[in-house]
């Protein structure tokens, strides 16, 4: 039965042009001489690839809501991050310049705004009804994937966006990165310690693949625990992903010289650059 599983990889064509298509951008934009950041671009493709096209995809879609959970925070979390580490920074400053990408950029781009785009992106496609409704309607699944690819560079951007034009000073980065992980973590609560099953589409999966018996007697997932798990996965493992974010941003902080050449001084940890405009 695990070899069912691990033969259901899935080619959908959208995703592949579409990741094909974004490496051909990069490697335009950077005339094939991609910088050593482009690893974290790479990076990102993958935790994208292993969301909606490794048999995590079938087996969220079908049989496990703590698959699908995995597979939201790799959409949301993991890849958005990713991507933006890895993106070059001169053409992206080049095209953020110019004045509808400016403009777009300068409402999204605000730390207020992006906050509550991420968060409640998260929050919304997990009401029960419209959750699923993703899973009866492939148009509506594919359209919350894109939500939250969008969603999470938007909230990320100003963390790690290369041209981010509101960025945050190491305080409020912390700040920022510490409400997210308290609004993500209350979710997976939410979700470990119901004492009824939420989603009922993972009671009595259609089975295409005939590994409901591994699922439910050999591991021993029935619904209710696997409920359990993905909420687990959304509390713990989000909140690992975040402080992982709090601590890169400690790093760039202690790393970043003063004026004077020296590294920054733990007052700088609350001061604004003044090489860009900071939210204080």
């Known amino acids: 039965m695990m070899s069912r599983i691990l033969s259901t990889w899935s080619w959908y064509p959208s995703v592949i042009v579409g990741i094909l298509g974004l490496l051909v951008l990069y ?23 292993l969301a909606l096209l490794s048999p995590l995809d079938i087996l969220s879609d079908e049989y496990l809501f703590s ?36 403009h777009i950029e300068g409402w999204l781009g605000s730390p207020l705004v992006a906050w509550i785009i991420g968060i409640g992106t998260l929050w919304i496609w997990h009401i029960p009804a419209l959750y699923s409704g993703t899973l009866a309607d492939e148009r509506l699944h594919i359209a919350e994937h894109l939500s939250f690819l969008v969603s999470g560079i938007i909230f ?46 993972y009671r009595t999966p259609v089975d295409s693949l005939r590994i409901l018996p591994l699922l ?4 021993g997932l029935s619904p209710l625990l696997d409920q359990q798990l993905g909420g687990l996965f959304m ?9 992982a ?14 004026s004077g050449g020296s590294k920054a001084e733990p007052s700088a940890l609350f001061k604004p650059s003044t090489s860009t405009r900071r939210m204080t």
Not at 31 to 38: T, Y
Not at 165 to 173: C, D, E, I, R, V
Not at 245 to 258: D, E, I
């Open 27 to 49: 490697l335009a934009a950077t005339r094939l001489r991609p910088p050593p950041r482009f690893i974290w671009f790479v990076l990102g493709m993958l935790a994208i690839v």
């Open 67 to 102: 698959a699908h959970m995995i597979q939201h925070l790799l959409l949301a979390l993991v890849a958005p991050p990713l991507l933006l580490v890895g993106l070059p920074e001169a053409p992206v400053r080049q095209l953020v310049t110019r004045q509808i990408p400016r």
């Open 156 to 201: 990320w951007w100003p963390l790690f966006g290369p041209a981010a034009s509101q960025t945050l000073n190491t305080f409020f980065a912390l700040v920022y990165l510490f409400t997210a992980a308290l609004a993500n973590s209350l979710l997976g609560i939410i979700f470990t310690f119901a004492p009824n099953l939420i989603y009922m589409d």
């Open 216 to 219: 439910r007697e050999r591991w």
């Open 235 to 243: 509390w713990v493992g989000g909140g690992l992903i975040f402080l």
């Open 245 to 258: 974010a709090m601590l890169a941003m400690l790093v760039r902080w202690y790393g970043a010289p003063l």
